[in-house]
């Protein structure tokens, strides 16, 4: 089977000072994604895997002092704590929700 093609992941990044990192810079992702077509094959874990290595990259080159990742998507929580948490990761916190109008 060929391997898919274009994008195949992302993620939206920013750098500043925080709270939580003592005034350092610390790097927060607020948005990582990996194509559904790419997360339904067998090269999904390998893009996801390649793409947080990046992370640690990118922030590292920029001098920060952590890599903070929003996970706030409620896509398959359980999935995603296991996924960060074997790639190094700690929870930091935690995320609560208040619907404003229910249809």
Known sequence: MPEPTGLAGF???????????????????????????????????????????????????RGCKHLLVHATGGIEPARTDRFFRRCGFKVSGGNYMWTVLDD
Do not use: D, M
């Open 11 to 61: 993620a939206y990044v920013q750098t500043g000072e925080h709270f939580l990192a003592g005034g350092n810079l610390i790097a927060t992702v607020l948005a990582i994604g990996i194509a559904p077509r790419v997360a339904a094959a067998q090269l999904g874990g390998r893009v996801a895997l390649r793409l947080v290595k990046a992370l640690r990259q990118w922030s590292t080159r």
